[in-house]
């Protein structure tokens, strides 16, 4: 009797909140993630907010408490399977919320988690999720017009600066190959001309394979070249190439989510790049073309006799 | 339609405004910038005659006293301005902000606005 219950409270928790396994395996890892740097913890009090009314609502500790008890709420829904699309709302919501109230810790990195998060929970489509999609493709929109129509990217300022101030010891001693800023616009034009076309590439639904394929070559790249993961974007981006690559096999796709936690795994508690991290992220877009690879589709035997006769 | 998916297409919405208001803004909130300048920059603050030290600035702000901003130096100084419209009325500061953007021109942002 006991058991009756339970099953039928569970049935209905689970009820009209479920999520594709190819959903809800990359926004498990991605949630995984979250709790193992402890971000729901580090979620500050309020201060200097984007939107002022997070100063009005309660004590700063207050918001705070239902900021991180929401994040950790959310997290729990879809570790645990309990209504995993509304989770992933709910912990949208909490990034989101952590980012609108305090201004100093705003980082785009986390804008992308709370709109990863928000995208899958409210798509009601299943496979192909066309809001995670349209997300990506606003996302390299976004990130190239912004370097296009900046002077200091279209010359290449920038790049010579960043690797400047990050005394970035290869890139300085690479151009001095060539003439003065040609490397830094090479690199330039580069991200910019790699930007607009993943924003392309994302557009077309036929051309997934190659924009999967591209981007992890381009932010696995990205990590080699400046030593970083950028916070959670690697792992964020990767859950979303995830999620939008619905030919693989269930196999492949554990194969890949597991991948993803143990690149996770070789950061330092301060999400700092090791040895370890930087083999993975060599070896990613290589692993990425092989579980992205064309099944040869093999016809059978009374076909093929169907057909010669 | 969905009531959760006008959601989702709301948001997206919202973030094409954004990508095309940060064509006429300095600041960068939600329109993907992501790490796009490198902002050299220094703080110097004074609260009753006194000049606040790095660490007191860190603590008044909830940023660093100097460093290098990756992301949109506007963010800096919303911050400064937004403590000061604040928090910051009970021991106002006169502060002065030095930055460069992307090794530019040095510029200089005071408050009170000069």
Same mark, same amino acid.
């Given at each position: 009797?006991?058991?009756?219950?339970?099953?039928?409270?569970?049935?209905?928790?689970?009820?009209?909140?479920?999520?594709?396994?190819?959903?809800?395996?990359?926004?498990?890892?991605?949630?995984?993630?979250?709790?193992?740097?402890?971000?729901?913890?580090?979620?500050?009090?309020?201060?200097?907010?984007?939107?002022?009314?997070?100063?009005?609502?309660?004590?700063?500790?207050?918001?705070?408490?239902?900021?991180?008890?929401?994040?950790?709420?959310?997290?729990?829904?879809?570790?645990?399977?309990?209504?995993?699309?509304?989770?992933?709302?709910?912990?949208?919501?909490?990034?989101?919320?952590?980012?609108?109230?305090?201004?100093?810790?705003?980082?785009?990195?986390?804008?992308?988690?709370?709109?990863?998060?928000?995208?899958?929970?409210?798509?009601?489509?299943?496979?192909?999720?066309?809001?995670?999609?349209?997300?990506?493709?606003?996302?390299?929109?976004?990130?190239?017009?912004?370097?296009?129509?900046?002077?200091?990217?279209?010359?290449?300022?920038?790049?010579?600066?960043?690797?400047?101030?990050?005394?970035?010891?290869?890139?300085?001693?690479?151009?001095?190959?060539?003439?003065?800023?040609?490397?830094?616009?090479?690199?330039?034009?580069?991200?910019?001309?790699?930007?607009?076309?993943?924003?392309?590439?994302?557009?077309?639904?036929?051309?997934?394979?190659?924009?999967?394929?591209?981007?992890?070559?381009?932010?696995?790249?990205?990590?080699?070249?400046?030593?970083?993961?950028?916070?959670?974007?690697?792992?964020?981006?990767?859950?979303?190439?995830?999620?939008?690559?619905? =030919?693989?096999?269930?196999?492949?796709?554990?194969?890949?989510?597991?991948?993803?936690?143990?690149?996770?795994?070789?950061?330092?508690?301060?999400?700092?790049?090791?040895?370890?991290?930087?083999?993975?992220?060599?070896?990613?877009?290589?692993?990425?073309?092989?579980?992205?690879?064309?099944?040869?589709?093999?016809?059978?035997?009374?076909?093929?006799?169907?057909? =010669?006769? | 339609?969905?009531?959760?998916?006008?959601?989702?297409?709301?948001?997206?919405?919202?973030?094409?405004?954004? +990508?095309?208001?940060?064509?006429?803004?300095?600041?960068?909130?939600?329109?993907?910038?992501?790490?796009?300048?490198?902002?050299?920059?220094? +703080?110097? !603050?004074?609260?009753?005659?006194?000049?606040?030290?790095? !660490?007191? +600035?860190?603590?008044?702000?909830?940023?660093?006293?100097?460093?290098?901003?990756?992301?949109?130096?506007?963010?800096?100084?919303?911050?400064?301005?937004?403590?000061?419209?604040?928090?910051?009325?009970?021991?106002?500061?006169?502060?002065? +902000?030095?930055?460069?953007?992307?090794?530019?021109?040095?510029?200089?942002?005071?408050?009170? !606005?000069?």
């Amino acid at each position: 009797m006991a058991r009756l219950v339970i099953d039928g409270l569970a049935a209905r928790l689970r009820q009209g909140g479920a999520l594709r396994p190819e959903l809800l395996a990359p926004a498990r890892i991605l949630a995984l993630l979250l709790l193992w740097f402890g971000w729901p913890v580090s979620v500050p009090e309020p201060f200097v907010p984007l939107l002022p009314v997070f100063d009005m609502i309660g004590s700063p500790a207050a918001v705070r408490a239902v900021i991180r008890a929401a994040a950790l709420v959310g997290a729990a829904g879809l570790l645990f399977d309990v209504r995993p699309r509304d989770a992933s709302v709910l912990l949208g919501a909490a990034v989101a919320a952590k980012l609108l109230s305090c201004r100093p810790t705003y980082y785009n990195n986390e804008v992308f988690v709370a709109a990863f998060f928000l995208m899958i929970g409210l798509d009601t489509r299943g496979l192909r999720p066309p809001l995670l999609r349209a997300q990506l493709v606003l996302l390299y929109t976004g990130a190239g017009l912004n370097k296009l129509l900046d002077p200091d990217w279209r010359s290449g300022q920038f790049f010579e600066v960043w690797t400047t101030l990050e005394h970035h010891t290869a890139y300085l001693q690479w151009k001095t190959h060539l003439a003065p800023m040609r490397l830094s616009w090479l690199f330039s034009w580069a991200t910019i001309l790699t930007e607009l076309s993943l924003a392309a590439l994302f557009c077309l639904p036929r051309a997934t394979r190659p924009a999967l394929l591209l981007g992890v070559a381009f932010h696995s790249t990205l990590v080699l070249f400046a030593g970083a993961t950028f916070g959670f974007f690697y792992f964020a981006l990767l859950a979303a190439y995830l999620a939008l690559a619905d =030919e693989i096999t269930p196999r492949v796709r554990a194969l890949a989510t597991g991948f993803i936690a143990l690149v996770g795994a070789t950061l330092t508690h301060r999400m700092e790049v090791t040895w370890a991290t930087y083999v993975l992220a060599a070896l990613a877009p290589a692993l990425a073309a092989l579980a992205l690879r064309r099944r040869r589709v093999i016809p059978e035997a009374s076909e093929s006799v169907a057909t =010669e006769h | 339609m969905h009531a959760r998916h006008v959601a989702g297409c709301v948001l997206l919405a919202l973030q094409v405004g954004a +990508i095309v208001v940060a064509r006429f803004v300095p600041s960068r909130y939600f329109c993907w910038a992501p790490n796009d300048s490198s902002s050299e920059y220094r +703080i110097e !603050a004074v609260v009753d005659g006194r000049a606040l030290d790095d !660490a007191e +600035i860190e603590r008044r702000y909830h940023i660093g006293a100097a460093g290098v901003e990756s992301r949109s130096m506007q963010l800096v100084l919303d911050v400064v301005r937004g403590y000061e419209e604040t928090r910051g009325r009970q021991a106002p500061a006169r502060v002065v +902000i030095r930055y460069r953007v992307n090794g530019g021109e040095p510029r200089t942002w005071s408050w009170p !606005a000069s």
